[in-house]
């Protein structure tokens, strides 16, 4: 168990509405990752933090937001939700940025359904 | 082309079998990552690995940097062996993990 919990864990949500995913980490690990999960597709990057208030895009990130206020907490906000952004949702962790080694450790997923 | 090729893509085996998923990649590498995601659940690290083997248990991972090949090995596979299995690689240059689209594994009873 690498202490990081997703919330929600499944959400539905109609075309046009905000929604924000969390990630929590007890681990107090530097680098934290957003990734959606899509059938046909490896996961794939959406933004990734390096530390409090210090973040990058990955390389589907258009739609999407992240902040990170404090070590523990990396959110992910849809500003308006389409129908093309639903997906699994994995939060990961690791202690290595990825210039380096990096092992990652994911979070459940948060599955989210746009009508 | 996906830059990682996962074979199979389902695999279907009797319990007791020995398994075979092989990763293949087309980039430059110093590491490459093996993962396992079961139904419904989150993703598990099993291995990390940037040359020769790994092994946990009945798993076994291997590596041939030459060959851009990996494989991961089940011996005396099990029903609660039933996973999608993922590899990923950190390339050399440039700063991302690449997933493959990652193997269904079922093992009958």
């Known amino acids: 168990d690498a202490g990081i919990t997703q919330s929600p864990r499944h959400k539905v949500t109609e075309t046009g509405t905000p929604v924000t995913l969390r990630c929590h980490q007890t681990?107090?690990?530097?680098?934290m990752y957003w990734y959606r999960q899509d059938p046909g597709h490896g996961l794939r990057l959406i933004h990734y933090?390096?530390?409090?208030?210090?973040?990058d895009k990955g390389e589907v990130s258009d739609g999407y937001s992240v902040s990170r206020s404090k070590t523990e907490d990396f959110l992910l906000t849809l500003e308006s939700a389409t129908s093309s952004q639903t997906s699994v949702y994995f939060c990961?962790?690791?202690?290595?940025?990825?210039?380096?080694?990096?092992?990652?450790?994911f979070g459940p997923g948060t599955r989210l359904t746009v009508l | 082309k996906n830059e990682v090729e996962q074979s199979p893509q389902n695999l279907t085996a009797q319990e007791g079998e020995f398994i075979t998923i092989n990763c293949s990649y087309s980039?430059?590498?110093?590491?490459l990552h093996w993962l396992q995601q079961h139904p419904g659940g989150g993703i598990v690290s099993l291995f990390m690995l940037s040359s020769g083997k790994k092994k946990h248990g009945r798993l076994i991972a291997t590596i041939n940097i030459q060959e851009k090949h990996s494989s991961l090995h089940i011996t005396a596979s099990h029903p609660r062996d039933s996973a999608v299995y993922i590899c990923a690689v950190k390339e050399t240059s440039g700063s991302r993990l690449t997933f493959g689209e990652g193997t269904q594994l079922t093992v009958n009873p």
């Open positions: 681990e107090n690990h530097r680098y």
């Open positions: 990961a962790i690791s202690e290595i940025g990825l210039a380096g080694y990096n092992e990652q450790f």
């Open positions: 933090s390096y530390g409090v208030k210090d973040t």
């Open positions: 980039v430059g590498i110093s590491a």
